[in-house]
C-alpha cells in the first residue's frame, strides 16, 4: 500500500502577479520555494481561499527574496494580485516512511514574509 500525503503547504501566500501572457505556472519566490522543499517544476495544487478557484499547474523559480506569488497564463483568470492562496504539493510515501511523516507548513504574511512554520496543523475543536 502507499499514503498519498501532503509533503508542504504555503498557507495563505499572496498573489504579486497575475500574468496572462507569461508561459504557465506558478513563480514563487526561491526562498519559500527551499523552505517549503517544493521543487522546481514540481506539481502543485492552488487553493484560492478569496475567490474559491482550485487549480493545479507547476511551480517555478522566482528571485530570491522578492515575495513574489506569480499566477501566469491560463491561470492568471483564477487568481488575481491580492487573492491569497493555499498552495500545496503532495507526494506518495510507503506506510513505514508515513511512521515518521511531518509536512513542511509555512505561513505567510500579507506580504509574503514567513510568519511561521510548523510540522503539523493543529487538532479542529469541535
Known amino acids: 500500500m502507499q499514503c498519498t ?3 508542504a ?4 501566500a499572496c498573489v504579486t502577479h497575475a500574468e496572462l501572457n507569461y508561459e504557465g505556472s506558478c513563480a514563487i519566490d526561491g526562498e519559500l520555494l527551499d523552505l ?3 521543487l522546481e517544476y514540481e506539481q502543485i495544487h492552488i487553493y484560492n481561499v478569496t475567490n474559491g478557484e482550485r487549480f493545479s499547474t507547476y511551480a517555478i523559480r522566482a528571485e530570491e527574496g522578492s515575495r513574489v506569488i506569480s499566477i501566469n497564463g491560463a491561470a492568471a483568470h483564477k487568481a488575481g494580485v ?3 492562496l493555499i498552495i500545496c504539493v503532495y507526494a506518495i510515501y510507503t506506510p513505514s516512511e508515513v ?3 511531518k509536512p ?3 505561513y505567510c504574511n ?3 514574509s514567513v510568519s511561521h512554520t510548523m510540522n503539523a496543523i493543529p487538532v479542529q475543536l469541535a
Open 9 to 12: 503547504k504555503l498557507h495563505r
Open 104 to 106: 513542511r507548513l509555512i
Open 5 to 7: 500525503m501532503l509533503k
Open 99 to 101: 511512521e515518521n511523516f
Open 82 to 84: 491580492g487573492d491569497r
Open 110 to 112: 500579507a506580504d509574503n
Open 36 to 38: 517549503s522543499g517544493i
